[in-house]
């Protein structure tokens, strides 16, 4: 198959969180054919064309079903086996990038698809101490899923992560003593040096300083920020506020309460 054609149709398994879909034609079969899962989905911005994602994954025996799988749901899928091809594709709407490459080190591909691209990129990933999350996210990574997965987590993973990348309207900039952050740019600005935040750090962080001196909890965080019907690790929300504080150079922007949630105030 040559680096960065579409997928094409071959038969295979694709294992699912709620049991296993055989790919047949293209096609689904089986009890999860039916789910709401496979139906499709647009591209970031309102546009009509469904959302493209490039999957960079060396193995066929992984990339062909899941390719089959990405595209019934309603994708246009895009395939390379390298790092290298990886960072001269065009630019995909997301990057499904599982980081054990044969060319180049996964995670050093996510840095430097971040520093030349906003579209969102998940992680595949077979690390799963919090220590390797931490990092993948500093690097870029917006997401991430932990070998074994299932397919339906991971298309719902896809899709919160497109939709909460999608442009909305115009909404106002907020305001916090010297952190700024514009909505409709996507930039924040603390004092006088701009932070650089991943989409899912910036959307977790713009909806902490909606309500500043507020607790939000930590399940209306998880269904804002991620997804109302998120079934993955809480701990994926612990993740992201532990990177914030590092980039906000103050552990005290963000406090904790214990059991309930987080509430963003400025430091006194």
Known sequence: MAAGRPLGTVDGLVQLAGGAVTMTGGRPTGAAADSPDFAPVRGPGGTTRPAVVLVVEDDDSIADPLGDGL?????QVRRVRTGREALTEPEADLVLLDLGLPDVDGGEVCRRLRSRSAAPII????????FD???????????YV?????FRELVARIRAVLRRSAPAGQPPTLTIGPLVIDPAA?????ADRELDLTAKEF???AFLAGQPGTVRRREDIIAQVWDENWWGSTKTLDVHIA??????GDARWITTLRGVGYRLNEPA
């Open 71 to 75: 595209a019934y749901a309603g994708f």
């Open 123 to 130: 992680v595949v990933t077979a690390r799963g101490d919090e």
């Open 133 to 143: 999350r931490v990092l993948l996210l500093e690097m870029g990574a917006d997401d």
């Open 146 to 150: 932990v070998k074994p997965f299932g």
């Open 186 to 190: 996507r930039r924040v600005h603390l």
């Open 203 to 205: 959307d977790l962080l």
């Open 243 to 248: 990177a914030l504080r590092k980039k906000l």
